[in-house]
Nanobody, 124 residues
Framework: QVQLMESGGGLVEPGGSLRLSCTAS????????VGWFRQAPGKEREVVAC????????FYEDFVVGRFTIAKDNTKGTAYLQMNSLKPEDTAVYYC?????????????????WGQGTQVTVSS
């Protein structure tokens, strides 16, 4: 049984930073492309950032460019989302997802496994 688990969420003031981690049981994330998605209250889930498995290429949605960084440590089988300069509008539940496509997929349907999500709240 494959399970993904996110960690690192919490409450942070505007301008602060958090680092989310994603680990897997049943598979190793070194073999998968990873995407981070988020869902704010009353809104649909949206892509934040993705990293391919084949060449490490990344994709960032416009609203996080320059602030967030996605990375994958294949030796640990862990993916990360470093979030800097956080804004109140970044408040959401953040999900990691793993998929077998060899590129930084941006669509939910491209991912096979999902975590339960971790809450990120940006507020003073």
């Amino acid at each position: 049984q494959v399970q993904l688990m996110e960690s690192g969420g919490g409450l942070v003031e505007p301008g602060g930073s958090l680092r989310l981690s994603c680990t897997a049981s049943g598979v190793s994330l070194r073999d998968y492309a990873v995407g981070w998605f988020r869902q704010a209250p009353g809104k649909e889930r949206e892509v934040v950032a993705c990293i391919s498995n084949s060449d490490g290429r990344t994709f960032y949605e416009d609203f996080v460019v320059g602030r967030f960084t996605i990375a994958k440590d294949n030796t640990k089988g862990t993916a990360y989302l470093q979030m800097n300069s956080l804004k109140p509008e970044d408040t959401a539940v953040y999900y990691c997802a793993a998929g077998t496509l060899p590129y930084a997929a941006t669509q939910e349907r491209d991912y096979d496994f999902w975590g339960q999500g971790t809450q990120v709240t940006v507020s003073s």
